[in-house]
Each structure stands twice: as C-alpha cells, then as structure tokens.
C-alpha cells in the first residue's frame, strides 16, 4: 500500500484545513487508517484513526471535537478535517495504515505516507 498526503499548509489560528490520504497499490481493504504528526524536538503522536467501515473512529483528547477523520466513499481515501486549529497544532502530519483493526501505536501500522506539514500561525 502506498499512502500520500496532501492539504497540508500554512493557516492563521482559529483557521482550518483537511488532509488527504490518499491509498494506492493494494486497496482490495480491510486497513485501518491512522494519522500522527510530529512537532519539531518532539516525539510522534498519535492523532486519529479510523476503521475500514468508517464507523469507529478514535481521536486523542488534545483534538477532540476540533479535528474529523473520515473516510471517502471509496474507502481508499481518508480525510482529517482539522478546525480552531492552534499554533501547537503545527507538526508535520502522517497517515499510515495497518491490516487489522485501529491502534493508537505508530509501531503497529506497516504503511506510512511521507508526510505532510501543517504550520498554525498566532
């Protein structure tokens, strides 16, 4: 599976962005999605997932009720919508995908996208 981000850029505090993650190469399904990001000088954080179906979603408590993750009609598209973002949300962001269920743990997807950077201005 080859995983790309788009959508990343530059916005103003309070602003908003949606991420792309775009799949190719083995998309017959049943991967769960994952976004992370990870802040200069800082380790890689989970911030979202979601199932094949797009029913469960999970989100850390830092994004909650500001950022959606869903999942297109074609299943090989998966989107984070970001709102009220805030400077520290400023990292670059990753999707990645793993062959089983959701996991909160970087080290359990097997698929990574290069990344995509998301700079939040004050």
């Known amino acids: 599976v080859q995983l790309e981000e788009s959508g990343g850029g530059l916005v103003q505090a309070g602003g908003s962005l949606r991420l792309s993650c775009a799949a190719s190469g083995r998309t017959d399904g049943g991967y769960a999605t994952g976004w992370f990001r990870q802040a200069p000088g800082k380790e890689r954080e989970f911030v979202a997932a979601?199932?094949?179906?797009?029913?469960?979603?999970y989100y850390t408590d830092s994004v909650k009720g500001r950022f959606t993750c869903s999942r297109g009609n074609a299943r090989n598209t998966v989107y984070l919508q970001m709102n009220s973002l805030k400077p520290e949300d400023t990292a670059v962001y990753y999707c990645?995908?793993?062959?089983?269920?959701?996991?909160?743990?970087?080290?359990?997807?097997?698929?990574w996208g290069q990344g995509t950077q998301v700079t939040v201005s004050s």
């Open positions: 979601i199932s094949w179906s797009g029913i469960s979603t």
């Open positions: 990645a995908a793993r062959f089983a269920g959701v996991s909160e743990k970087g080290n359990e997807y097997d698929y």
